[in-house]
């Protein structure tokens, strides 16, 4: 079956765009999380849905993210006024139950800020 | 300050051989423990994983030990494959409702025929 699917692979910003990154998690799975992932790094958290709720947005280093999941599937971050620092793999992941550890993920989103 | 580290950021193992990859905590809160393994260009795919109320979980090639006095765990691989050459990425999770996971920085581990 289709695993999580996330769009585009790559993205090159200048600073100041904003940018819209999708994420199609697999069918029927409740949980999706984003992560920041810089490089050398291990991914980092940003926000948990469950179904359309939004958790937990801890992770979002500032105001110029947001992520929003509306009917409970496909979940889009936007990331306003893009900054050098910026500039990661963002990772898509989802999970079958809401306690389910085992997250699949999404190949991400290498977004790049010039 | 670093929950979970991976403090081997390369490890090159001989095909045949056990690969052992190495992982230390901080926070005894952490009640689950995964590893991932990923590609270039891919996510992170799920391996194998452990409660802390195991020391010991098995699954062909790949076992993972933890040892909670010493808040330590390992991921051995035996026998180590070519195809086994990846990036290794330890995590924990606090448990809850919530499941969002902690990781490490990865070690790249290198399989030579």
């Known amino acids: 079956g289709a695993g999580v699917s996330q769009s585009p692979r790559y993205k090159v910003a200048k600073r100041g765009q904003d940018v819209a990154l999708r994420c199609d998690p697999i069918?029927?799975?409740?949980?999706l999380f984003w992560y920041q992932q810089a490089l050398g790094q291990g991914p980092e958290f940003l926000t948990y849905?469950?179904?359309?709720?939004?958790?937990?947005k801890s992770g979002l280093p500032s105001d110029r993210f947001f992520a929003e999941r509306p009917e409970g599937s496909v979940s889009t971050l936007k990331i306003q006024r893009t900054q050098q620092e910026d500039s990661a793999v963002y990772l898509c992941a989802s999970s079958l139950v809401e306690t389910n550890y085992e997250q699949y993920f999404g190949p991400g989103t290498r977004l790049t800020v010039t | 300050d670093q929950q979970v580290k991976q403090n081997s950021p390369s490890l090159s193992v001989q095909e045949g051989r056990i690969s052992i990859l190495n992982c230390d905590y901080t926070n005894s809160m952490f009640d689950y423990f995964l590893w991932y393994k990923k590609y270039p260009a891919e996510g992170p795919t799920f391996l194998i994983s452990?409660?802390?109320?195991?020391d010991k979980n098995e699954d062909g090639r790949f076992t993972v030990f933890l040892n909670k006095s010493a808040k330590h765990l390992s991921l051995h691989i035996v026998p180590s494959q070519p195809g086994d050459s990846a990036v290794y990425f330890c995590a924990a999770d606090y448990g809850g409702s919530q499941g969002n996971l902690i990781f490490g920085k990865g070690t790249k581990l290198s399989v030579k025929p």
């Open positions: 452990i409660s802390s109320i195991k």
């Open positions: 069918s029927g799975h409740v949980s």
């Open positions: 849905f469950q179904n359309e709720a939004q958790l937990d």
